[in-house]
């Protein structure tokens, strides 16, 4: 897989030259330890989903869609929207011949087309910090829970991101303007904030710090840097950029690359 795709993009899959990166990218996340948790984790703030009706928003390639499904069981139902045409194609193909009781649907999340007070839970992983209107999405999700109904939410707080490198200035350089290409890098420090302001009861929150394969750090943060640079955002020339991977590929082959960055899951009940 190509490591260029830029991670702030999130919001324009489908006009993306390289739509398929987002994908891929997604399939990497997703196979790390951590998000195992992360999942497990957000199904625990939902509470018992047994027969119950779940919005799933920015279901991506729809596998947590169809986990989701699972749980809420034969009686229940999941209604897994996403922005991305892309994203929902490929989680129509992944879901092909399942018996799940899962549907997709193109929606936005600052317009979602669903009555108030529809679903039991609702839950949005890694997708409030990309969107264009983040307090507009939180409002949505709110208004489409019954009352009593729980809501579960995970984004990183992007500002945590680490890495073990020689040039501390450089590196903070970087990760700063890593830090920046995403549209609410701070999300996951403000989640318990807005779901407060909102009235929401029983707030819940929970850090899940994810440890950083170097492959998995590269494909997130090389193509944000790349553009950066380019544009003059980030302050370093290209080959002081090329200079800046090269002690992170060495620690690689020697076993001692690390990177991490934190997210909160946070659960709440619409009163
Ligand atoms: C980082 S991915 C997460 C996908 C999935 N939730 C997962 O954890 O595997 C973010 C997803 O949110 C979608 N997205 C971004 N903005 C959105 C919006 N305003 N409404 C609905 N989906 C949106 C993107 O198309 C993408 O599929």
């Not at 879901?95 to 609702?122: C, I, M, N, Y």
């Not at 208004?143 to 729980?150: A, F, K, S, Y």
């Amino acid at each position: 897989m190509s490591a260029t795709g830029n991670i702030g993009n999130f919001t324009t899959v489908d006009t993306a030259p390289d739509s398929g990166w987002f994908i891929g990218f997604m399939d990497i996340a997703n196979a790390l330890p951590e998000y195992r948790v992360m999942k497990d984790e957000l199904a625990a703030a939902m509470g018992d989903l047994d027969g119950k009706t779940v919005l799933e928003v920015g279901c991506g390639t729809g596998d947590d869609a169809r986990e989701v499904a699972a749980l809420v069981g034969e009686g229940g139902k999941v209604v897994a929207t996403d922005l991305s045409t892309t994203m929902l194609e490929e989680a129509r193909r992944r879901s092909a011949g399942s018996t799940l009781p899962v549907e997709f649907r193109v929606a936005d999340l600052s317009g979602l087309d669903f009555p108030d007070d529809t679903f039991d839970a609702a839950r949005a992983k890694l997708v409030l910090m990309h969107c264009e209107d983040i307090e507009k999405g939180l409002d949505e999700l709110v208004r489409v829970v019954r009352p009593g109904g729980r809501i579960a939410v995970f984004d990183y707080d992007f500002d945590t991101t680490i890495v073990d490198h020689p040039d501390t200035e450089a590196t903070r350089r970087a990760m700063r303007c890593f830090s920046d290409g995403h549209r609410n890098k701070w999300s996951g420090r403000q989640l318990l904030r807005r779901m407060r302001a909102r009235g929401l009861q029983d707030v819940t929150i929970s850090p899940l710090t994810v440890v950083m394969p170097f492959g998995f750090f590269r494909t997130l943060a090389a193509g944000r840097l790349a553009n950066a640079q380019e544009s003059g955002q980030l302050g370093l020339t290209s080959e002081e950029l090329e200079q800046w991977w090269l002690p992170l590929l060495r620690a690689e082959e020697e076993g001692t690359f690390f990177a991490s960055f934190t997210g909160f899951v946070v659960g709440a009940a619409k009163p």
